[in-house]
């Protein structure tokens, strides 16, 4: 069964300078087989890249290191705990110096990239935080739970 959540938080916090390292988000990426993993969450901002394009937004265009280990961090989460649940957006924005940020969330098997971005685009929630506009950086983690499923989490944030 997929699940799917989703969070948009705008609420903008004063943080200490994160200072975080920025890394181009790729344009294309070969086919991969694995289901996780940084070559399997790279095809998943292509996804999403070609889904904001095709909607007239523009594409995202950096991976941002703070953002990135927030991503990574909650999929672990949430992977260890079983329980698919959003942080407090106010804490990207608090640890990664960000205006705004939104937070999509999805566990299930056998997901590719475009079936996961497929998904997220489907319920207006996701939808919102997937092609906002003001979203120019981006983590994504997608890491196996103890059941063998997949978890995603994509955090999008614009830079204060």
């Not at 294309?28 to 095809?43: H, I, L, N």
Request: hydrophobic fraction near 45%; aromatic fraction near 4%; glycine fraction near 8%.
């Amino acid at each position: 069964m997929l699940a799917l959540a989703t969070i948009a938080g705008t609420t903008s916090l004063v943080g200490t300078p994160a200072h975080a390292d920025l890394s181009r988000v790729p344009t294309t990426v070969v086919d991969v087989v694995a289901r996780s993993g940084p070559a399997f969450e790279a095809q998943v901002m292509v996804e999403i890249n070609r889904a904001r394009v095709a909607a007239g937004q523009p594409p995202v265009r950096f991976f941002d290191s703070c953002v990135e280990r927030m991503a990574t961090s909650w999929g672990n989460r949430i992977a260890r705990t079983g329980e698919l649940a959003h942080r407090d957006q106010r804490r990207v924005l608090g640890r990664c110096d960000q205006s705004w940020a939104g937070e999509n969330l999805i566990r299930s098997e056998g997901l590719d990239a475009r079936t996961i971005v497929r998904a997220w685009l489907d319920s207006p929630a996701h939808r919102a935080v997937l092609l906002k506009r003001r979203a120019t950086l981006a983590g994504v983690a997608v890491v196996l739970d103890g059941q063998g499923r997949q978890v995603g989490v994509l955090n999008l944030a614009d830079a204060n």
